[in-house]
């Protein structure tokens, strides 16, 4: 469709219904009135929230308009997962819909959808044609996710306390405080991840100066100050007939590959877990792994949070308002945080909840630079077709047919 000032886009910002509630926005009010300066053929309108860290009076100072009813927009968007009650039929939406990998408890959110025939564009799925994620929170996941983990240390070691990244105003305000954190001159961290989460998390070890070494001095050198290593995908796993690492083999099938992080895990005081893990790839360490004697790691940050998976610890997910809590290596199972020999975990899956203000701002510029312009003056490269789960058919887009069973078992649960 060719929009115009005087047929124009008309583009809604829903109001985020989960709970716990999410304080994040996908647009920043100073971004709206940008997008709207630089495209006369768009038009804002945001349903009031009295959730967001970014207030409506904000919104109405940048010259945007209220509403409740959003019936009159072409394109929704959020952030989180729209609740099913809230949708609007024959709409575009744009959320984080956590469906496309089978996740069970969002099966009946996908027959909704289907039902009101929503045509459902996932941030997850938009992708470059080289296969390259166009937008996402990740680098905010990493930032708050290392600043916890060093939190946890303080806590667990009676070092130093540092408040909750939720409760500082800003990034600058959690780096602040992650620089006066006082660890050993001995400490040692162990970050697993190259992508948006990994850097985030390399972002606050290089704010602190913290020193990074190589991989083999981290295992066989003692250091006089704190240090980290970081660590690719082939420093901690090796294939199992002993030929050389093969990335693109591990990543279309790591069967013949196994785990080579425990000497890491002997070494290190504090794990920070930031890489991607697919399904069959090895285990980083076992449960077996943890009672050796010789397992040094005291905190585990995971912020990829895989549950049940390459990180033995993580039993369940934690959240902003109790990110913590203990493994007992003997018993293979949670244990209260002072229990003797515990190690704390932080495993909290929204972790960019914790800087609403800043992380919108983020995903905010990835989403008016790279996303909105597609949905204005079109889509050439095919990029939202291929993001798309759904159609305004009320049916599944060809690449989301393997979704067929998973929405029938939604719609029995609606």
């Keep these: ?136 929170f990740g680098r905010w996941a990493g930032l708050v996710g290392a600043y916890n ?91 199992i007939d002993g030929q050389p690492f093969d990335y693109d083999e591990f990543v279309d099938d790591a069967t013949g590959y196994q785990s080579t992080f425990m000497p890491f895990g002997q070494r290190a005081d504090l794990f920070i877990a930031g890489h991607f893990w697919a399904d069959g790839s090895p285990f980083l360490f076992t449960r077996e792994d943890m009672r050796n004697p010789a397992w040094s790691v005291k905190v585990v940050a995971d912020i990829s949070c895989d549950i049940d998976g390459p990180v033995a610890c993580t039993l369940r997910p934690s959240t902003i308002a109790d990110p913590l809590y203990g493994y007992d290596p003997g018993t293979e199972s949670e244990c209260a945080l002072d229990h003797p020999g515990a190690i704390t975990v932080m495993a909290v899956d929204n972790l960019p909840c914790e800087l609403p203000r800043d992380a919108s701002e983020g995903f905010g510029r990835e989403l008016m630079e790279h996303v909105i312009p597609l949905l204005i003056a079109g889509d050439d490269d095919g990029i939202l077709r291929a993001a798309s789960e759904t159609t305004l058919s009320g049916e599944l887009n060809a690449p989301f047919a393997y979704l067929a069973d998973y929405a029938a078992k939604g719609a029995g649960e609606l």
């Excluded at 105003?169 to 970050?191: Q, T």
């Design 1 to 136: 469709m060719q929009y115009s000032p005087e047929h124009p886009l008309r583009l809604g910002i829903v109001r985020e219904g989960k709970t716990p509630p999410d304080q994040r926005v996908p647009l920043t009010p100073e971004q709206c009135a940008t997008l709207i300066a630089r495209h006369p053929e768009l038009e804002i309108v945001v349903q009031p929230s009295p959730v967001r860290r970014i207030t409506d009076a904000e919104y109405v100072a940048a010259g945007l308009r209220l509403h409740e009813d959003l019936s009159s927009c072409d394109v929704l968007i959020g952030v989180k997962e729209v609740n099913v009650e809230d949708l609007i039929p024959s709409k575009t939406y744009l959320f984080f819909s956590h469906t496309y990998k089978l996740q069970p408890y969002n099966a009946p959110l996908l027959a909704g959808v289907l039902e009101r025939k929503i045509r459902l564009i996932d941030y997850e799925m938009l992708k470059r044609p080289s296969g390259k994620r166009i937008i996402g």
């Design 149 to 239: 983990g060093l939190r946890a240390y303080g806590l667990q070691s009676g070092r130093f306390s540092l408040p909750k990244a939720i409760d500082c105003r800003d990034l600058k305000e959690m780096l602040d405080h992650a620089k006066s954190a006082d660890l050993p001159d001995d400490f040692r961290i162990v970050l697993t991840g190259s992508g948006r989460v990994g850097q985030g998390a390399l972002e606050v070890l290089k704010h602190m100066k913290l020193r990074g070494v190589h991989k083999d001095d981290f295992l066989r050198m003692d250091f006089p100050d704190p240090v980290y290593v970081h660590l690719e995908v082939d420093d901690y796993n090796e294939r």
